[in-house]
Antibody, heavy 120, light 107 residues
Framework: QITLKESGPTLVKPTQTLTLTCTFS??????????VGWIRQPPGKALEWLALIYWDDDKRYSPSLKSRLTITKDASKNQVVLTMTNMDPVDTATYFCAHSHWNRAWVPYWGQGTLVTVSS | EKVMTQSPATLSVSPGERATLSCRASQSVSSNLAWYQQKPGQAPRLLIYGASTRAAGIPARFSGSGSGTEFTLTISSLQSEDFAVYYCQQYNNWPQTFGQGTKVEIK
């Protein structure tokens, strides 16, 4: 059974750096093809892919946010970490962790999501 | 970046009726398209991938069609649990992009 769970702060101040951790089980990020990424959803708005990291450490970033994002993995701990710098109120959103695969890139498994509010 | 446009924004349907949702890509995505259902406070749920393949456990009343730039999700007979927001997603290229969603509401 594949599960993913997000953890991190629920409130950050403008200009601060957000660090989110995805802890997963039921699969290994050392397995060929496997990827884990982050998708966010502002309140009442659509979904947006942020970043994705694959088993071989290949990384993909949203072009519009690339300068602010870093994604890393610790396969031994079954964790993926996303950092986003210079947070702004427009970054207020629910952040989801997601399981993916390089040639089956739909998302069958999602974390429950964590709401991050950016406010002073 | 491929832009996904869904229509209509809101669809009012009576239980038992058919619902037809559309998704258009700004450039061809081949058949690399998925559909998701999202209810308030929940993560999206995968319904369809490969434009027309139902995901595990998805009822047969959900069907997908299309390729290239035009796609359709059909719900043949709406059940009470189907009232939700539906998103399409292209995964042909990075960045993978989602449509803005279609809300299916009770008429």
């Amino acid at each position: 059974q594949i599960t993913l769970k997000e953890s991190g702060p629920t409130l950050v101040k403008p200009t601060q750096t957000l660090t989110l951790t995805c802890t997963f089980s039921g699969f290994s990020l050392s397995t060929n093809g496997v990827g884990v990424g982050w998708i966010r959803q502002p309140p009442g708005k659509a979904l947006e892919w942020l970043a994705l990291i694959y088993w071989d450490d290949d990384k993909r970033y949203s072009p519009s946010l690339k300068s602010r994002l870093t994604i890393t993995k610790d396969a031994s701990k079954n964790q993926v970490v996303l950092t986003m710098t210079n947070m702004d109120p427009v970054d207020t959103a629910t952040y989801f962790c997601a399981h993916s695969h390089w040639n089956r890139a739909w998302v069958p498994y999602w974390g429950q999501g964590t709401l991050v509010t950016v406010s002073s | 970046e491929k832009v996904m446009t869904q229509s209509p924004a809101t669809l009012s349907v009576s239980p038992g009726e058919r619902a037809t949702l559309s998704c258009r890509a700004s450039q061809s995505v081949s058949s690399n398209l998925a559909w998701y259902q999202q209810k308030p406070g929940q993560a999206p749920r995968l319904l369809i991938y490969g434009a027309s393949t139902r995901a595990a456990g998805i009822p047969a009343r959900f069907s997908g069609s299309g390729s290239g730039t035009e796609f359709t999700l059909t719900i043949s007979s709406l059940q009470s649990e189907d009232f939700a927001v539906y998103y399409c997603q292209q995964y042909n290229n990075w960045p993978q992009t989602f449509g803005q969603g279609t809300k299916v509401e009770i008429k």
